[in-house]
């Protein structure tokens, strides 16, 4: 829906400047302020970009969980990511949400990262097609996205206070080129990151003026990342539209007097109220022709979602459509990477009696990461899960979990435990005043609470849950929050203290605080009541975390039964993988490996069956000291709810395994050429310029793991031919043709990449740089042409003396092949100067 300049003139026209500056900061956490008098209703925003959360964190309030960004990314498949962008749209109206802060188009720039399951790829030009798709998806059915978090956000150490100094080169070439593909592609909304870039943080840098707003021409609404705005008068006079959360950031009622006295133009409000309003007509929430919260309004948008603090639970999701599954799956298969095979995949189910299953990942999938971007899914199909259904009525499958992998204590789950009160599987959430009394009760599915249910004269949550343990033995318990916190068990205290927050990174006080632990003994057939404990107090949140680990087995003992239950089956598949506390928002990690045990294992099981298959579940690069000795190595990333039957499918061939990485992985960390996350004295040096991943790696001669664009499937390929025209005009996309004939016996997809270098340059270039891909389906011996288009700002850079791009004329190389590392074909094309005009 659209609304004429004129008409958003006439109706800032009825509006004081008052009124105008405080319609620019939130009502709520994730809700815009109404205004009546132009008919305009609150705009409600939602996490992404896995899933559609909603407005609170509550396990009862499901969503459809697709696989991570990275997964994403790997699919190299723009129409598969516009519907799935599609799907996340319909999600958002069935939640009474305008606004989807979605897509993440910051880069992989070290492996250490540790929010890179939600980011694409290391590479600008794949991220932005993979983002300008999603983009595309989600508004094509008229909910809003949002390209976060601009700029240079890429790691999480010290992130709402770093200074990151980076090249004007390497800014405008690698870091600002994905958000320029989300403004063409017509993004909606912009988010500011918590960073500063070259020593003005993002809420207030010119760049959000130029070359957002100016020179790409962006007209949607700039929204600050939640709390980054942290001032009043130079954050309103910069290119900032909309500071979120509300009601008490540091514009309202202190812009609205910021306004009066004069310090900031009103033309400057005035604007950021255009653009708030042009959002607001575009998603259908101005002229509604009522004041907000009579309902109609959310009615028209399919119905309003949980807010905080309602008193009654949402109600339960209907089960997801079977074609939304369909679709989750299918992207499941269409992202996994088959980094090796030896001749092991796919198996044939017909060949098989038994099959071993083994390690915790196999039935703990982990199927998204953790942060900000978390949803509840209805269901989750685990790897086991899956595989038991690909197999039912064929094979016997086994499960042996093998050792503990290395991590904290999860939190409570229903499966472990019941509600003191009901006797139901769950805990009992319980809101106390300061005298102990209780003010509310409910029971909960699990132990992690990260919004319980304020009311007036909270003071304190309390968390209880009967155990039932199926171990015995020295058990650890733990509860985590901030202020003052305590754990019982059977009445007897196990730990109390008063635990004041480190930092106020959101992500740590609201999603992920740190817990506090404790052991005591606990016998099989003896349940134990635990109570735990958290007084609330200003800047320490209400996250509640319960969690409870049996001891860990014996690593020998679990190590010796995996490699009997994979000596004795027809083959072995060992899934292994990070923790949630080893790839999760508010913290970068400080290594890439799995761990000594699950590497152990691995070890083991390919030791006793050869024919093993290693199911990697990460969202981005881990170690893997033992990808030569397994049979193969499919990567799953964080494959979201339908993980489990995606993987069945591509492990027992019903499926080729459609990915490629978008990323370069390291055999060793030491090998990264960037690794460093940490910032010293506030800053954060971007010395490597340009290099960054495939670049990175090419410049310093290092060969990885695995190249970026790398990945098998089930057949194989000649690169036969490379067409290119002899000549190209600057300025004009390059056509570039690549023959390629299948020669394996399985039809499947190729994706062909095209790569560029220059000769002899006259400004610094990587060695050669990714610049487009096509991807073709060919049957067995056939021969298909992938006609691939190098976009024209493939060849340009940035020229810091005039401030402007040029595109170097002469003999430019074009290579193309699978990966970054094999581009067997290359040829040379000439590039002449601009035509008139």
Same mark, same amino acid.
């Given at each position: 829906m659209?609304?004429?300049?004129e008409?958003?003139?006439?109706?800032?026209?009825?509006l004081?400047?008052r009124?105008?500056?405080? #319609?620019?900061?939130?009502?709520?956490?994730?809700?815009?302020?109404?205004?009546?008098?132009?008919?305009?209703?609150?705009?409600?925003?939602s996490?992404? !970009?896995?899933g559609v959360?909603?407005?609170a964190?509550?396990?009862?309030?499901t969503?459809?969980?697709?696989?991570?960004?990275?997964?994403?990314?790997?699919t190299?498949?723009e129409?598969?990511v516009?519907s799935?962008?599609?799907?996340?749209?319909?999600?958002?109206?069935?939640? $009474?949400?305008?606004?989807?802060?979605?897509p993440t188009?910051?880069?992989?720039?070290?492996?250490?990262?540790?929010?890179?399951?939600?980011?694409?790829?290391?590479?600008?030009?794949?991220?932005?097609?993979?983002?300008?798709a999603?983009?595309?998806?989600?508004?094509?059915?008229?909910?809003?996205a949002?390209?976060? &978090?601009?700029?240079?956000?890429?790691s999480?150490?010290?992130?709402?206070?770093?200074d990151?100094?980076?090249g004007?080169?390497?800014?405008?070439?690698?870091?600002?080129?994905?958000?320029?593909?989300?403004?063409?592609?017509?993004?909606?909304?912009v988010?500011?990151?918590?960073?500063?870039?070259?020593g003005t943080?993002?809420?207030a840098?010119?760049?959000?003026?130029?070359?957002l707003?100016?020179?790409?021409?962006?007209?949607?609404?700039?929204?600050? @990342?939640?709390?980054?705005v942290?001032?009043?008068? @130079? /954050?309103?006079c910069?290119?900032?539209?909309l500071?979120m959360?509300?009601?008490?950031s540091?514009?309202?009622?202190?812009l609205?007097?910021?306004?009066?006295d004069?310090?900031?133009?009103?033309?400057?409000v005035?604007?950021?109220v255009?653009? #708030?309003?042009?959002?607001?007509?575009?998603?259908?929430?101005?002229?509604?022709?009522? %004041?907000?919260?009579?309902?109609?309004?959310r009615?028209?948008?399919?119905?309003?979602?949980?807010? %905080?603090?309602?008193?009654?639970?949402?109600? !339960?999701?209907?089960?997801?459509?079977?074609?939304?599954?369909?679709l989750a799956?299918?992207?499941?298969a269409?992202?996994?990477?088959?980094?090796?095979?030896?001749?092991v995949l796919?198996?044939?189910?017909?060949?098989l009696?038994?099959?071993a299953?083994?390690?915790?990942?196999?039935t703990?999938?982990r199927?998204?990461?953790?942060?900000?971007?978390?949803?509840?899914p209805?269901?989750e199909?685990?790897?086991?899960?899956?595989?038991?259904?690909?197999?039912?009525?064929?094979?016997?499958?086994? &499960?042996? +979990?093998?050792?503990?992998?290395?991590?904290?204590?999860?939190?409570?789950?229903?499966?472990a435990?019941?509600?003191?009160?009901? *006797?139901l599987?769950?805990?009992l959430?319980?809101?106390?005043?300061?005298?102990?009394?209780?003010?509310y009760?409910?029971?909960?599915?699990?132990?992690r609470?990260?919004e !319980?249910?304020?009311?007036?004269?909270?003071?304190?949550?309390?968390i209880?849950?009967?155990?039932?343990?199926?171990?015995? *033995?020295?058990?650890?318990?733990?509860?985590?929050?901030?202020?003052?916190?305590?754990?019982?068990?059977?009445?007897r205290?196990?730990?109390?203290?008063d635990f !004041?927050?480190?930092?106020?990174?959101?992500?740590?006080?609201?999603?992920?605080?740190?817990?506090?632990?404790?052991?005591?003994?606990?016998?099989?057939?003896?349940?134990?009541?635990?109570?735990?404990?958290?007084?609330?107090?200003?800047g320490?949140?209400?996250?509640?975390?319960?969690s409870?680990?049996?001891?860990?087995?014996?690593?020998?003992?679990?190590?010796?039964?995996?490699a009997?239950?994979?000596a004795?089956?027809?083959?072995?598949?060992?899934?292994?993988g /990070?923790?949630?506390?080893?790839?999760?928002? *508010?913290?970068?990690?400080t290594?890439?490996?799995?761990?000594?045990?699950?590497?152990a294992?691995?070890?083991?099981?390919?030791?006793?069956?050869?024919?093993?298959v290693?199911?990697?579940?990460?969202?981005? +690069?881990?170690?893997?000291? =033992?990808?030569?000795?397994?049979?193969?190595?499919l990567?799953?990333?964080?494959?979201?709810?339908?993980?489990?039957?995606g993987?069945?499918?591509?492990?027992f061939?019903?499926?080729?395994?459609?990915?490629?990485?978008?990323? /370069?992985?390291?055999?060793?960390?030491?090998?990264? +050429?960037?690794?460093?996350?940490?910032?010293?004295?506030?800053?954060?040096p971007?010395?490597?310029?340009?290099h960054?991943?495939?670049?990175?790696?090419?410049?310093?001669?290092?060969?990885?793991?695995? =190249?970026?664009?790398?990945?098998?499937?089930?057949?194989?390929?000649?690169?036969?031919?490379?067409?290119?025209?002899?000549?190209?005009?600057a300025?004009?996309?390059?056509?570039?043709?690549v023959?390629?004939?299948?020669?394996?016996?399985?039809?499947g997809?190729e994706?062909?990449?095209?790569?560029?270098?220059?000769?002899?340059?006259?400004?610094?270039?990587?060695?050669?740089?990714?610049?487009?891909? %096509?991807?073709?389906?060919?049957?067995?011996?056939?021969?298909?042409?992938? /006609?691939?288009r190098?976009?024209?700002?493939a #060849?340009? &850079? =940035?020229?810091?003396?005039?401030?402007?791009?040029?595109?170097?004329?002469?003999?430019?190389r074009?290579?193309?092949?699978?990966?970054? $590392?094999?581009?067997?074909l290359v040829?040379?094309?000439?590039v002449?100067?601009?035509?008139?005009?």
């Open positions: 659209g609304t004429s300049d008409e958003i003139d006439r109706l800032l026209g009825k004081t400047p009124a105008r500056a405080l #319609l620019l900061d939130g009502a709520t956490t994730w809700r815009t302020r109404a205004e009546p008098a132009v008919g305009l209703r609150e705009l409600v925003m996490d992404g !970009p896995a959360r909603g407005e964190w509550d396990e009862r309030d969503s459809v969980l697709l696989p991570s960004a990275s997964a994403l990314a790997a190299w498949d129409p598969l516009e799935l962008g599609g799907l996340l749209a319909a999600e958002a109206r069935r939640k $009474g949400v305008d606004v989807l802060l979605a188009l910051n880069l992989h720039r070290s492996p250490l990262g540790g929010r890179h399951f939600e980011c694409f790829s290391e590479d600008p030009e794949l991220t932005g097609r993979i983002g300008a999603l983009v595309r998806g989600v508004q094509a059915h008229g909910v809003a949002t390209a976060k &978090h601009y700029v240079a956000n890429d999480e150490t010290d992130r709402l206070t770093v990151v100094r980076v004007e080169r390497a800014l405008r070439e690698v870091y600002l080129a994905p958000f320029e593909a989300a403004v063409a592609a017509g993004v909606r909304l988010m500011a990151g918590y960073n500063a870039v070259d943080t993002m809420t840098s010119d760049l959000l003026t130029d070359p707003k100016g020179e790409w021409g962006f007209d949607g609404v700039v929204v600050s @990342d939640w709390g980054a942290r001032s009043t008068v @130079d /954050t309103a910069a290119g900032l539209d500071a959360p509300g009601p008490d540091p514009w309202g009622e202190a609205a007097r910021a306004v009066a004069g310090v900031v133009p009103e033309a400057a005035d604007d950021k255009r653009r #708030l309003l042009r959002l607001a007509a575009w998603v259908g929430a101005l002229g509604v022709g009522e %004041a907000p919260g009579s309902g109609g309004a009615e028209a948008r399919g119905g309003d979602g949980p807010r %905080a603090g309602d008193p009654h639970p949402p109600a !339960p999701r209907p089960t997801v459509a079977p074609e939304d599954r369909a799956r299918g992207a499941v269409a992202g996994s990477v088959l980094l090796a095979n030896r001749g796919p198996l044939d189910p017909g060949g009696r038994t099959v299953v083994i390690g915790a990942h196999a703990g999938t199927t998204q990461g953790g942060g900000s971007a978390g949803v509840f209805r269901e199909v685990s790897v086991l899960d899956g595989i038991r259904d690909a197999l039912r009525g064929r094979a016997r499958v086994v &499960h042996v +979990p093998g050792p503990r992998p290395d991590g904290p204590a999860p939190p409570l789950d229903h499966d435990c019941t509600d003191p009160r009901s *006797g599987p769950g805990v959430l319980r809101m106390l005043d300061a005298d102990g009394r209780e003010l009760a409910e029971r909960r599915r699990g132990g609470l990260l !319980p249910r304020l009311v007036p004269g909270a003071h304190t949550v309390e209880s849950a009967r155990l039932r343990p199926r171990t015995a *033995g020295r058990w650890t318990l733990g509860v985590a929050g901030f202020g003052r916190m305590s754990l019982a068990l059977d009445g205290p196990l730990l109390a203290g !004041p927050p480190p930092t106020d990174d959101p992500a740590v006080v609201h999603v992920n605080p740190p817990a506090q632990y404790a052991e005591a003994d606990l016998a099989v057939g003896q349940d134990a009541l635990l109570v735990a404990r958290r007084e609330l107090a200003p320490t949140g209400r996250a509640t975390v319960v409870a680990a049996p001891p860990a087995p014996d690593v020998a003992a679990s190590l010796a039964e995996a009997r239950a994979a004795a089956a027809d083959a072995a598949i060992v899934v292994v /990070t923790t949630e506390h080893g790839e999760c928002e *508010g913290y970068d990690r290594a890439l490996t799995l761990g000594s045990t699950q590497d294992l691995v070890r083991a099981v390919a030791a006793a069956r050869p024919r093993t290693a199911v990697v579940n990460s969202g981005g +690069p881990v170690e893997l000291p =033992w990808r030569d000795a397994v049979g193969a190595v990567l799953a990333w964080f494959p979201g709810q339908e993980g489990g039957g993987l069945a499918d591509v492990l061939g019903h499926t080729e395994p459609g990915g490629r990485l978008p990323t /370069t992985w390291p055999a060793v960390l030491a090998d990264a +050429p960037v690794t460093r996350t940490r910032p010293a004295d506030g800053r954060l971007y010395d490597e310029g340009l960054i991943g495939h670049r990175g790696w090419l410049r310093h001669g290092r060969t990885p793991a695995y =190249w970026f664009g790398h990945g098998l499937g089930y057949t194989a390929w000649a690169y036969e031919e490379l067409t290119v025209p002899p000549e190209a005009r300025g004009d996309d390059l056509t570039v043709r023959r390629v004939r299948n020669t394996g016996g399985r039809a997809r994706v062909v990449q095209v790569y560029l270098a220059r000769l002899e340059s006259a400004v610094e270039r990587p060695v050669r740089w990714f610049a487009g891909y %096509a991807a073709v389906r060919a049957r067995p011996g056939q021969t298909v042409t992938a /006609t691939v190098v976009p024209a700002r #060849l340009r &850079h =940035w020229c810091v003396e005039t401030g402007a791009w040029r595109t170097e004329e002469g003999r430019w074009v290579l193309a092949g699978r990966s970054a $590392g094999e581009v067997p040829a040379e094309v000439e002449i100067g601009p035509g008139p005009g």
